[in-house]
Protein backbone atom coordinates (compact mmCIF):
# COMPACT_ATOMS: atom_id res chain seq x y z
CA UNK A 1 0.00 0.00 0.00
CA UNK A 2 1.52 3.36 -0.71
CA UNK A 3 1.41 5.80 2.15
CA UNK A 4 2.46 9.02 3.68
CA UNK A 5 5.60 9.08 5.50
CA UNK A 6 6.10 11.26 8.52
CA UNK A 7 9.11 12.21 10.49
CA UNK A 8 10.09 11.80 13.34
CA UNK A 9 7.63 9.85 15.00
CA UNK A 10 8.27 11.52 18.40
CA UNK A 11 10.01 14.38 19.85
CA UNK A 12 10.54 15.70 22.79
CA UNK A 13 12.10 19.23 22.91
CA UNK A 14 12.35 22.42 25.46
CA UNK A 15 11.20 25.89 24.84
CA UNK A 16 12.36 28.21 22.22
CA UNK A 17 14.05 24.98 20.51
CA UNK A 18 13.61 24.45 16.82
CA UNK A 19 11.43 21.36 15.58
CA UNK A 20 11.33 20.52 11.91
CA UNK A 21 8.84 18.12 10.99
CA UNK A 22 8.90 16.48 7.52
CA UNK A 23 6.29 14.45 5.40
CA UNK A 24 7.08 12.30 2.25
CA UNK A 25 3.25 11.64 0.48
CA UNK A 26 2.42 9.38 -1.98
CA UNK A 27 4.25 9.49 -5.25
CA UNK A 28 2.08 11.09 -7.60
CA UNK A 29 -0.05 13.21 -4.78
CA UNK A 30 0.04 17.13 -5.34
CA UNK A 31 -2.04 18.00 -2.88
CA UNK A 32 -0.12 18.30 0.47
CA UNK A 33 -1.74 19.02 3.85
CA UNK A 34 -0.66 19.47 7.47
CA UNK A 35 -3.43 19.40 10.59
CA UNK A 36 -2.87 19.91 13.89
CA UNK A 37 -4.74 17.73 16.61
CA UNK A 38 -5.20 18.23 20.14
CA UNK A 39 -8.11 16.84 22.27
CA UNK A 40 -9.67 20.10 23.07
CA UNK A 41 -9.33 21.66 19.42
CA UNK A 42 -9.00 18.13 17.08
CA UNK A 43 -7.93 18.39 13.82
CA UNK A 44 -7.18 22.01 12.49
CA UNK A 45 -5.76 22.94 9.44
CA UNK A 46 -2.73 24.33 9.27
CA UNK A 47 -1.22 24.96 5.70
CA UNK A 48 -1.69 23.06 2.14
CA UNK A 49 0.11 23.08 -0.96
CA UNK A 50 -0.93 22.06 -4.40
CA UNK A 51 1.66 21.00 -6.78
CA UNK A 52 3.83 22.58 -4.39
CA UNK A 53 2.73 26.10 -4.25
CA UNK A 54 1.27 27.22 -0.93
CA UNK A 55 -1.97 28.20 -1.31
CA UNK A 56 -3.38 28.48 2.12
CA UNK A 57 -1.58 28.86 5.42
CA UNK A 58 -4.18 30.80 7.55
CA UNK A 59 -4.47 28.49 9.66
CA UNK A 60 -0.09 28.57 11.00
CA UNK A 61 1.04 31.03 13.53
CA UNK A 62 3.14 33.00 10.85
CA UNK A 63 5.28 34.33 13.78
CA UNK A 64 6.80 31.00 14.71
CA UNK A 65 5.47 28.85 12.10
CA UNK A 66 6.46 27.69 8.42
CA UNK A 67 5.99 25.31 5.97
CA UNK A 68 7.59 24.62 2.93
CA UNK A 69 7.51 22.15 0.23
CA UNK A 70 11.18 22.11 -1.54
CA UNK A 71 10.10 19.16 -3.84
CA UNK A 72 7.31 16.95 -4.92
CA UNK A 73 8.51 13.97 -2.41
CA UNK A 74 9.06 16.00 1.02
CA UNK A 75 7.16 18.95 2.52
CA UNK A 76 8.49 20.28 5.68
CA UNK A 77 6.42 22.47 8.76
CA UNK A 78 8.86 23.97 11.18
CA UNK A 79 8.28 25.83 14.27
CA UNK A 80 10.67 28.46 16.14
CA UNK A 81 10.78 29.07 18.72
CA UNK A 82 8.72 26.41 20.12
CA UNK A 83 6.56 26.88 23.25
CA UNK A 84 4.37 24.26 25.25
CA UNK A 85 1.15 25.22 23.46
CA UNK A 86 2.78 23.79 20.30
CA UNK A 87 2.53 20.02 21.73
CA UNK A 88 0.34 18.39 19.72
CA UNK A 89 -0.08 15.26 17.14
CA UNK A 90 1.15 17.08 13.61
CA UNK A 91 0.00 15.38 10.32
CA UNK A 92 0.46 15.41 6.61
CA UNK A 93 -1.93 14.21 4.18
CA UNK A 94 -1.71 14.04 0.59
CA UNK A 95 -4.92 13.72 -1.99
CA UNK A 96 -4.08 12.91 -5.99
CA UNK A 97 -5.73 16.34 -7.61
CA UNK A 98 -9.16 17.03 -8.17
CA UNK A 99 -10.13 13.37 -7.05
CA UNK A 100 -13.16 13.39 -5.43
CA UNK A 101 -12.09 11.15 -1.85
CA UNK A 102 -10.65 11.45 1.16
CA UNK A 103 -7.07 11.82 2.07
CA UNK A 104 -4.45 9.79 3.26
CA UNK A 105 -2.76 10.75 6.33
CA UNK A 106 0.44 9.93 7.58
CA UNK A 107 1.04 8.20 11.12
CA UNK A 108 1.62 11.77 12.49
CA UNK A 109 4.61 13.26 14.89
CA UNK A 110 3.72 13.28 18.55
CA UNK A 111 5.32 16.70 19.49
CA UNK A 112 5.87 17.60 23.25
CA UNK A 113 7.29 21.00 24.27
CA UNK A 114 8.66 21.15 27.75
CA UNK B 1 -20.76 27.54 15.53
CA UNK B 2 -18.68 25.14 14.14
CA UNK B 3 -18.60 23.55 10.12
CA UNK B 4 -19.10 20.24 11.20
CA UNK B 5 -20.83 19.24 14.44
CA UNK B 6 -20.97 15.72 15.84
CA UNK B 7 -22.15 13.86 19.21
CA UNK B 8 -19.31 13.32 20.64
CA UNK B 9 -20.09 9.95 22.89
CA UNK B 10 -18.98 8.03 24.04
CA UNK B 11 -21.54 5.26 22.59
CA UNK B 12 -21.50 2.02 24.50
CA UNK B 13 -22.41 -0.55 22.45
CA UNK B 14 -22.62 -4.61 23.20
CA UNK B 15 -20.99 -6.41 20.48
CA UNK B 16 -23.62 -8.02 18.06
CA UNK B 17 -25.79 -4.54 18.46
CA UNK B 18 -26.15 -1.76 16.05
CA UNK B 19 -25.37 1.66 16.48
CA UNK B 20 -26.08 4.49 14.74
CA UNK B 21 -25.08 8.84 14.83
CA UNK B 22 -24.80 11.90 12.71
CA UNK B 23 -23.29 14.53 11.81
CA UNK B 24 -24.19 17.80 10.85
CA UNK B 25 -22.80 20.42 8.46
CA UNK B 26 -23.12 24.12 8.01
CA UNK B 27 -22.08 24.94 4.61
CA UNK B 28 -25.10 24.13 2.25
CA UNK B 29 -22.78 24.30 -0.73
CA UNK B 30 -20.51 21.14 0.47
CA UNK B 31 -19.52 18.64 -2.32
CA UNK B 32 -19.00 15.63 -1.09
CA UNK B 33 -18.65 13.84 2.34
CA UNK B 34 -16.72 10.81 3.95
CA UNK B 35 -16.44 8.85 7.33
CA UNK B 36 -13.03 8.37 8.50
CA UNK B 37 -12.06 6.29 11.58
CA UNK B 38 -9.40 7.02 14.21
CA UNK B 39 -7.75 4.56 16.94
CA UNK B 40 -6.13 5.56 19.66
CA UNK B 41 -2.77 7.31 19.00
CA UNK B 42 -3.09 6.60 15.13
CA UNK B 43 -4.14 8.39 12.49
CA UNK B 44 -7.36 9.12 10.55
CA UNK B 45 -8.38 6.12 7.87
CA UNK B 46 -10.91 7.14 5.38
CA UNK B 47 -13.59 4.32 6.32
CA UNK B 48 -16.12 5.19 3.43
CA UNK B 49 -17.08 7.86 1.35
CA UNK B 50 -21.36 9.58 1.22
CA UNK B 51 -23.25 9.53 -1.77
CA UNK B 52 -26.48 11.03 -1.96
CA UNK B 53 -28.17 8.01 -2.77
CA UNK B 54 -26.97 6.11 0.28
CA UNK B 55 -24.22 3.58 0.26
CA UNK B 56 -23.20 0.09 2.30
CA UNK B 57 -19.67 -0.96 2.80
CA UNK B 58 -20.30 -4.37 4.68
CA UNK B 59 -21.74 -3.96 7.48
CA UNK B 60 -21.39 -0.31 7.47
CA UNK B 61 -24.07 1.97 6.41
CA UNK B 62 -23.84 6.19 5.17
CA UNK B 63 -26.70 8.21 4.13
CA UNK B 64 -26.33 12.13 3.43
CA UNK B 65 -29.52 14.42 4.14
CA UNK B 66 -28.85 17.42 1.88
CA UNK B 67 -31.95 18.78 3.05
CA UNK B 68 -31.19 18.70 6.45
CA UNK B 69 -27.55 18.80 5.76
CA UNK B 70 -26.98 15.77 8.23
CA UNK B 71 -25.05 12.50 7.81
CA UNK B 72 -25.45 9.48 9.29
CA UNK B 73 -23.36 6.58 10.14
CA UNK B 74 -25.05 3.15 11.29
CA UNK B 75 -23.08 -0.29 12.19
CA UNK B 76 -24.33 -3.28 11.77
CA UNK B 77 -23.34 -6.38 14.29
CA UNK B 78 -21.06 -4.05 16.09
CA UNK B 79 -17.41 -6.20 16.53
CA UNK B 80 -14.96 -5.21 19.59
CA UNK B 81 -12.88 -3.95 16.79
CA UNK B 82 -15.24 -1.18 15.75
CA UNK B 83 -14.08 0.94 19.07
CA UNK B 84 -13.14 3.63 17.66
CA UNK B 85 -13.38 7.44 17.25
CA UNK B 86 -15.54 8.04 13.96
CA UNK B 87 -14.67 11.50 12.49
CA UNK B 88 -17.39 13.07 9.66
CA UNK B 89 -15.51 14.76 7.28
CA UNK B 90 -16.81 17.78 4.52
CA UNK B 91 -15.14 19.06 1.61
CA UNK B 92 -16.68 22.17 1.13
CA UNK B 93 -15.74 23.19 -3.07
CA UNK B 94 -16.74 22.53 -5.97
CA UNK B 95 -14.05 20.67 -7.73
CA UNK B 96 -12.47 23.20 -9.68
CA UNK B 97 -12.11 26.04 -6.35
CA UNK B 98 -9.40 26.63 -4.51
CA UNK B 99 -11.23 25.40 -1.46
CA UNK B 100 -11.88 22.19 -2.62
CA UNK B 101 -10.13 19.62 -0.52
CA UNK B 102 -9.71 21.79 2.20
CA UNK B 103 -11.50 19.37 4.53
CA UNK B 104 -13.65 20.03 7.46
CA UNK B 105 -13.51 17.46 10.33
CA UNK B 106 -15.71 17.31 13.36
CA UNK B 107 -14.72 16.22 16.54
CA UNK B 108 -15.36 12.83 15.94
CA UNK B 109 -18.03 10.46 17.85
CA UNK B 110 -16.31 7.96 20.07
CA UNK B 111 -17.96 4.02 19.82
CA UNK B 112 -17.22 1.70 22.70
CA UNK B 113 -18.04 -1.94 21.89
CA UNK B 114 -18.22 -4.21 24.80
CA UNK B 115 -18.41 -7.63 24.94
Known amino acids: DARVTQTPRHKVTEMGQEVTMRCQPI?????VFWYRQTMMQGLELLAY????????DSGMPKDRFSAEMPDATLATLKIQPSEPRDSAVYFC????????????FGSGTRLTVV | RKEVEQDPGPFNVPEGATVAFNCTYS??????FFWYRQDCRKEPKLLMS???SGNEDGRFTAQLNRASQYISLLIRDSKLSDSATYLC????????????????FGAGTQVVVTP
Open chain 1, 93 to 104: ASVPDRRNYGYT
Open chain 1, 27 to 31: LGHNT
Open chain 1, 49 to 56: FRNRAPLD
Open chain 2, 27 to 32: NSASQS
Open chain 2, 50 to 52: VYS
Open chain 2, 89 to 104: VVNPGPLRSDSWGKLQ
